[in-house]
């Protein structure tokens, strides 16, 4: 069985993906790659799936195509996770809720598309 460390991005929603995945590739895969040599370093195996898919995008949903980190044994994943956490920790976003002036959905601030109608707001 296998685990995964996800790292999610919120690059698209119902109208198809705001970054090709490509490019998502090319920009997010190093540090795949380098959270990959870390969770190594410390003894936890693990692979990235995925990781030359981008260019199957059309031909294949563009959520089978961006790139997973996969831990390879079970009992290795909640010390991936410690390990993963104290590299990387999480930031709370600072701001305040938006309304989008186009379509009036509400919003956290960490967002700067709706992701109802898809306008780019100037943060």
């Known amino acids: 069985m296998f685990y995964c ?8 929603f119902k109208n198809g ?7 998502f590739a090319r920009l997010v895969g190093p540090h795949y790659r380098r959270i990959t040599l870390l969770l190594n370093d410390h003894g936890i195996g693990c692979i990235i799936r995925n990781d030359y898919r981008g260019g ?4 294949l949903p563009a959520q089978e195509c961006w790139p997973e980190l996969w831990v390879l044994q ?8 410690q390990v993963v956490d104290a590299v990387l920790p999480r930031q709370a976003i600072a701001g305040e809720p938006w309304q989008c002036p186009a379509c ?9 598309a709706c ?8 943060p």
């Open 5 to 12: 460390a996800h790292f999610w991005e919120d690059i698209c």
């Open 17 to 23: 993906p705001l970054v090709h995945p490509r490019l």
């Open 56 to 59: 199957g995008v059309g031909d």
């Open 74 to 81: 079970d009992h290795d994943e909640p010390r991936a996770r």
């Open 104 to 112: 009036g959905e509400w919003l956290e601030p960490q967002f700067a």
């Open 115 to 122: 992701w109802h109608c898809a306008p780019v707001v100037d």
